[in-house]
């Protein structure tokens, strides 16, 4: 059996998706999500020049020693754009594989763990009484975990939903290239959102599981601070409190703190993330099957995880195409330290059409379908309505323009 030939497409409705088709010889095809939000082009590339011109005339059932090769054999180890375009084709060779078993990808992985995955979605307020409208809407549909973002009064542009009662989700600005600015100020910050928390917890019940995403803005001091200020709230998890880079920095959160931690969405590699594993500084691990290199080298990193107390959180922003949430699908229902599936996969009538798929949010908890491999499709003929455009990505200054963190 061999490979004949792969094609990289770039669009979508409202994202710049990059999907990889794996073709081969015995009529199978596989499917894989390179997008690397906001750098598309760069993994569809790499994709291009560099990997489908070695993929052609390979064994597709070989993906563990196909994995080895992209890996070892770009010299240049790593990093998120190489990383996405290695994800795209282990996410394709194990659909490969599930279609020729006739099995969905999750029972070759061992089988399922669990009937559903709970998910959480995203509540964003342009105020509190915002924010709480949508965290209502979400309970309302079933949501038993929610994400919450609110304006801080007086820091423009911070975490301000496209509306009122929307999700702020998209982050792309179709605009053009050059970045928007948003404020940002950590006093304004610390001085409100505690008490914003505490207020939607108060509103909704002890029940309600209430995560929350600094988005790496704070010093390892004013995080544990936070972390201090927020532990009565008892949040599901606190998301990257402070730059990911500086791993000490989460041993200051942790002295200070009990709140749980959950980090790793800029992650490519279990070399990002082993040493907070081992050392049990993390609550969550939050690697993307797309960023980190595929199913293959996502799964030896919920393995580590197991071995330390660690669950998984996948990062689902609408960044990921349904492929790529399919490949988390999968490992959710699996993974025995599974933890929660960030859901956002866009659900329009031109997503669903795009990409058709069984896969299901019902009640708060993802229902993974039995269709052998992943589980999604890719309708080229959608996709010939679609094209790159160019986007950009807010950056941050603070009030004296000092670049911040995003
Ligand atoms: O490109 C940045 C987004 O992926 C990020 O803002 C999403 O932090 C995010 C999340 O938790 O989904
Ligand atoms: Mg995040």
């Known amino acids: 059996m061999r490979i004949t030939g792969a094609r990289v497409f770039v669009g979508g409705p409202g994202k710049n998706y990059v999907t990889l088709k794996i073709e081969t010889d015995v009529g199978v095809h596989g499917l894989g999500d390179a997008t690397l939000n906001n750098r598309e082009t760069l993994p569809a590339a790499y994709l291009r020049d560099y990997v489908v011109p070695n993929l052609v005339g390979m064994d597709p059932r070989r993906s563990e020693d196909i994995w080895q090769f992209l890996y070892r054999g770009a010299y240049f180890r790593r990093g998120p754009v190489a990383m996405a375009a290695f994800g795209a084709v282990d996410m394709a060779l194990w659909d490969i594989k599930g279609k020729l078993a006739g099995m969905p990808v999750c029972d070759l992985l061992g089988g399922r763990s669990r009937e559903g995955a709970m998910v959480y979605g995203h509540a964003a307020g342009a105020d509190l009484e915002d924010l709480m409208d949508s965290v ?24 301000v939903p496209e509306a009122r009662g929307g999700a702020g989700d998209f982050i792309t600005d179709f605009g053009g290239i050059r970045s928007k600015v948003e404020a940002w100020d950590t006093g304004r910050y610390m001085r409100f959102m505690p008490g914003a928390l505490a207020e939607i917890r108060a509103r909704f019940g002890p029940e309600l599981h209430i995560l929350h995403d600094v988005h790496h803005r704070l010093l390892p001091r004013e995080a544990a601070e936070f972390a201090r200020a927020v532990e009565p709230v008892g949040l599901f998890w606190l998301e990257d409190p402070t730059p990911a880079e500086d791993q000490d920095a989460l041993r200051i959160i942790r002295q200070h703190s009990t709140v749980p931690l959950a980090i790793g969405e800029v992650f490519n590699s279990i070399w990002d993330c ?14 993307a099957a797309t960023y980190a290199g595929g199913i293959t080298h996502v799964r030896r990193i919920v393995d580590l995880a197991a071995l330390h107390h660690v669950r998984t959180g996948f990062h689902g922003a609408p960044s990921h195409s349904p492929i790529c949430m399919a490949a988390h699908a999968h490992l959710d229902v699996w993974a025995p330290n599974f933890g929660i599936q960030e859901w956002l996969v866009l659900g329009t009538p031109a997503c669903d059409a ?47 323009g000092t670049l911040w963190n995003y």
Do not use: K, W
């Open 136 to 159: 209502a809407s979400h309970v309302e549909r079933g949501y038993r975990a929610v994400r919450v973002q609110c304006a801080v009064p007086g820091m423009a542009g911070y975490a």
């Open 274 to 287: 082993n040493r907070l594993i081992e050392r049990e500084q993390i609550d969550f691990i939050r690697v």
């Open 354 to 400: 795009l990409f058709p798929t069984e896969h299901r949010v019902e009640d708060g908890m993802l229902r993974v379908s039995d269709a052998p491999g992943l589980g999604v499709e890719f309708d080229e003929r959608e996709a010939a309505r679609y094209e790159y455009r160019p986007g950009s990505h807010p950056v941050v200054r603070l009030g004296d």
